[in-house]
């Protein structure tokens, strides 16, 4: 789901990555959030963002990935599982969907073709898997792994073959993010006793941080011409959506609202961002455009709907 801390990462590792809501919390966020009196949705009056949002939902009794068109019709089940799937990864082609699945008694990364057909175990490791991201030519697939007593970044192939660790670090890493042109990874780290954002390069070396804020920085995207990186911050003494310049410079809140908006996906044209926000009492999908305005809800259900993943 790209976050961290009690709400968020904290409560997503202890739950090895299982929302708040599916771990038996409230809806994913607290359920006493207050809707900002500001913050109303609205029609937008850009163009409509084209392509498909993926995004876990727990409108069926467990979480399930499902797939909506871009101003948030067609609302589809592709996982239909008993077991709990989230965070959807598009490949670059956008034919076959990544995520993470607990239908083998562990948390493994599955891939299934867009309209979930062919869904198939690739890391089938009897730790935790979770959190998948494409490398930009589709040749790799980062993801979490809980293979050495805590979470670090791995990488393999797009088959499952060749899973190698990127981190070796005795805090956790996790939230691993391509960069547009492949050849950096953001990520989340707890190393300096926070969340914090890093970059490393792709093979694992030179991990640099970005933020350094006593609050927690969480779930790194990158915008698809590779100049920014949106984030969840949880600063303002609740998260909100941030971006920043893709050396760190530059960090601003695009979201501004008292309830609780987090996980941050790009429109392919790097428009519009999807997020998922608490502020109408539960975890909802919404888009908003990249300097934050024109915040405008897709989904309305009493489940809990987040992890929203933008089509390439």
């Not at 202890?14 to 966020?29: I, Y």
């Not at 727990?58 to 499902?66: A, K, L």
């Not at 933020?211 to 790194?220: C, H, K, L, S």
């Amino acid at each position: 789901m790209k976050t961290g801390s009690v709400a968020i990462a904290l409560l997503f590792v202890a739950c090895l990555a299982v929302p708040l809501a599916a771990c038996g919390g409230d809806e994913g966020g607290p359920a006493t959030a207050e809707p900002s009196p500001t913050a109303t949705t609205h029609e937008p009056t850009a163009a409509p963002a084209a392509g498909k949002i993926a995004f876990c939902s727990g409108r069926d009794d467990n979480p399930e990935i499902y797939v909506m068109n871009a101003d948030g019709s067609g609302q589809t089940n592709l996982t239909n599982n008993p077991g709990n799937d989230s965070l959807p990864a598009w490949s670059p082609d956008s034919s076959r969907i990544a995520f993470t699945s607990w239908r083998d008694w562990g948390y493994d990364i599955y891939v299934m073709n867009a309209d979930g057909s062919g869904q198939t175990n690739l890391s089938n490791d009897p730790g935790a898997d979770d959190a998948p991201a494409w490398s930009p030519d589709g040749s790799r697939i980062a993801y979490m792994c809980f293979r050495d007593g805590n979470y670090e970044i791995c990488v393999m192939n797009p088959d499952g073959t060749g899973q190698i660790n990127l981190t070796n670090n005795p805090d956790w890493d996790s939230d691993p993010a391509w960069s547009p042109d492949g050849s950096k990874i953001a990520f989340q780290s707890r190393r300096d006793g926070n969340w914090e954002i890093y970059i490393m390069n792709a093979d694992g070396s030179n991990q640099t941080r970005l933020t350094d804020n006593p609050a927690e920085d969480i779930g790194p995207a990158w915008s698809p011409d590779g100049s920014r990186i949106a984030f969840t911050s949880q600063r303002d003494d609740n998260y909100d959506i941030y971006v920043m310049n893709a050396d760190g410079a530059g960090q601003t809140n695009l979201t501004n609202n008292p309830a609780w908006d987090v996980d941050p996906a790009w429109s392919p044209d790097g428009t519009r961002i999807a997020f998922s926000s608490t502020r109408d009492g539960n975890d909802e999908i919404y888009t908003m455009n990249a300097d934050g305005s024109e915040q405008t809800r897709l989904t309305d259900n009493p489940a809990y709907d987040f992890d929203p993943a933008w089509s390439p």
